[in-house]
Structures are given as C-alpha cells and as structure tokens.
C-alpha cells in the first residue's frame, strides 16, 4: 500500500470513529437570510431539545442529490428542496419515504403533503422594487414586462421552476384561471420582449443585493428577501398583485445514514411553534395550521397566505410532470 493510501486509510477510519461526526445531521438549504432563520427556528433548537447536532450546508442542488444516492454516497440527511422537484423526485426513488408515525401531517397543509415531502414554508413571488433607486415602482406583471414605463434592468430568478413563466403569460393578459396548462410559445415570446435587460438571480440572497444596490431596482422576488431587505434599512415597495404562490418542501435523500434523526428533525421543524418561530423572522407564511395563533396578528396579516385577493397558485401537478421538458427549453432559451 502506498503512503499516500495509507494516510487516507487512517483519515478514513478517524472519521468513522469520531463519535461527533456519527451524531451530525446534515441539513442543506438555500443559503442567505432564509438558511440563517431555519438553522436559528429549527437546527439549534433541535439541538438543543433532541442533542443532535445539526451541521448547516448548501445551497440545494438537485444534481448533487442525484449523484448522491446514485452512488450510494449520501452526506445529506435532510434538504429544503422547491415543491415540484419534491413532487418529481419522490417516484423517481431519489428520496425517502417520510415516517408520519414520527412526523404529524394532521396538523400540516395538506397542499404540500405527499408520501416523500412536507412543507417547509410558503411563499410568493411578489414584485419587489428599490424605492429610493427610481422614481416610480411597477406594481403589475405588465408593468414589470413594460421597459417604456419603467427602463433599465429588472431581475428575474434564474432556474426552470414556477414563477416567471407564470409573470410573463399574466403580464400578457392570460387570465389567472387559464394558465395551465402554460402556453410555452407565448411565455417565451413576452420573455423575449426584457430578455436583453433581465438580471438572473440564481439564489435569494443575491436578489437581495441586485435590488438594495439597484443594478437591478426592482423584479420578481421571494417576499420573504424583501422582508429581509426592509429590516437593513433599504426603503422597499413589495406589489401583492397577482403574487404566485409556491411552497418549499423538506426530504430525505435515498440512503441517508440517519433516517431516524431525520425524521425527527423534520417533526420538529414543522411543529407550531417552530414554523410560527419561522415565520415571524422570514415573513414567509407557516405550513403548520396551528402556527399563527402563536403568532402576532400584525405580523400575520403580512404573510403570503394573506394575500389572497388576486393571489395565483402555481400548479406543482403539471410542474413536476412536466419539469424536464420545461426545463430543457428553458436553459436553451436562456443560453440563445
């Protein structure tokens, strides 16, 4: 055996040994203001409550995943994943079964329930705008599409998932209740109209500095960055108008070693008071249905689940069948 072998041999066995690293539980999320609350609200007092250490990493990446369990290598035990891929991945076998003998669905949102998946929290995509940065705010999809109205860049999240697809058909005047199935030729066609002043944003924390220094003042955003970016002191304007919905889900990656630790985290996370815990820091809304009356009535009076007077549901049914195709001309329109 060489030595370099030898030494890795040794390195090896250490860390099977090590009595830490066998009790860590990996949790993957997206980073940013959003991964700073969930490891306050759920990973340290998890910890504290259950003595299991919660090691924070990221961001998601559903590659990673895939090659993850296709090697029978799996490092993370849990992940914050979008609602759709929960919904896609589940059947493909890349995650676990969820236990609810541990994990208490009665008291979740039965909207982001499935055998694999629970909620993590919910959100909308809302129109966000640095106030200070322009003379006027676009309040509407149209708006947001109308470079005559409102010129220079606006930014728009960068991966093949619900949202933009969405803005850009209600932004072309399809009606809230005939979006799907989505009208691929005609999206694309609106896109096509700002594609040259897009900005992408590839994860929630950089939304929130392309619109706090206005390289891009305003665009499609989670609520909750915006949220975030009014508590640093930016002057914000956040447009309700027709926000498009969608629920983060938490699974359990195909061969973790700590099944049974994850499935106890992810109990805690979605117990009342953890989500309501969540939710009062990020101003996304909780997916425990008896969170919100542990919960300041002012502060949830701004959550997504009270925004419903023009409010627009993304169908997480027709994404995640049709995810791949989606997802295919997408990163071609994008890299054209």
């Known amino acids: 055996m060489k030595p370099t072998s030898i030494l890795a041999a040794c390195a090896a066995l250490l860390i099977i040994a090590s009595p830490a690293a066998a009790a860590d539980l990996v949790f993957s999320s997206w980073g940013g203001t959003t991964q700073d609350a969930q490891k306050a609200a759920w990973a340290d007092k998890f910890t504290a409550k259950a003595g299991v250490n919660v090691v924070q990493d990221g961001p998601t990446d559903y590659g990673k995943i895939k090659a993850m369990v296709e090697a029978n290598s799996v490092t993370w035990d849990v992940v914050d994943v979008e609602g759709d891929y929960a919904a896609q991945a589940g059947p493909k076998g890349l995650l676990e079964k969820l236990d609810f003998g541990v994990i208490d669905k009665s008291k979740l949102d039965p909207r982001f329930v499935t055998d694999y998946s629970v909620g993590s929290f919910y959100y909308s995509f809302v129109i966000g705008c640095n106030a200070d940065a322009v003379a006027t705010c676009p309040k509407t999809w149209a708006d947001l599409f109308d470079t005559t ?67 891009a003042p305003f665009g499609s955003v989670w609520n909750g960055r915006m949220t975030a970016l009014a508590k640093t002191g930016v002057k914000v304007e956040t447009s309700w108008e027709q926000n498009i919905t969608a629920a983060d889900s938490l699974v359990v990656p195909k061969g973790t070693k700590n099944k049974d630790a994850a499935m106890q985290f992810i109990a805690f996370a979605t117990s009342a008071q953890a989500q309501a815990d969540m939710a009062a820091t990020t101003g996304y809304a909780p997916i425990n249905l008896d969170s919100a009356k542990l919960m300041d009535a002012e502060t949830v009076k701004t959550l997504p689940d009270q925004q419903k007077a023009s409010q627009v549901n993304a169908d997480m049914t027709y994404w995640a069948a049709n995810r791949d195709a989606i997802g295919e001309r997408w990163y071609a329109w994008q890299a054209k």
């Open 149 to 215: 109205k409102f010129p220079g860049k606006r930014t728009f999240y960068k991966w093949s998932a619900p949202g933009v697809i969405e803005a850009a058909l209600l932004a072309d005047g399809v009606p809230a209740d005939k979006l799907y199935p989505l009208d691929l030729d005609r999206a694309f066609k609106k896109l096509d109209t700002i594609k040259a002043d897009i900005i992408w944003w590839s994860g929630g924390a950089q939304s929130q500095q392309l619109i706090a220094s206005a390289e």
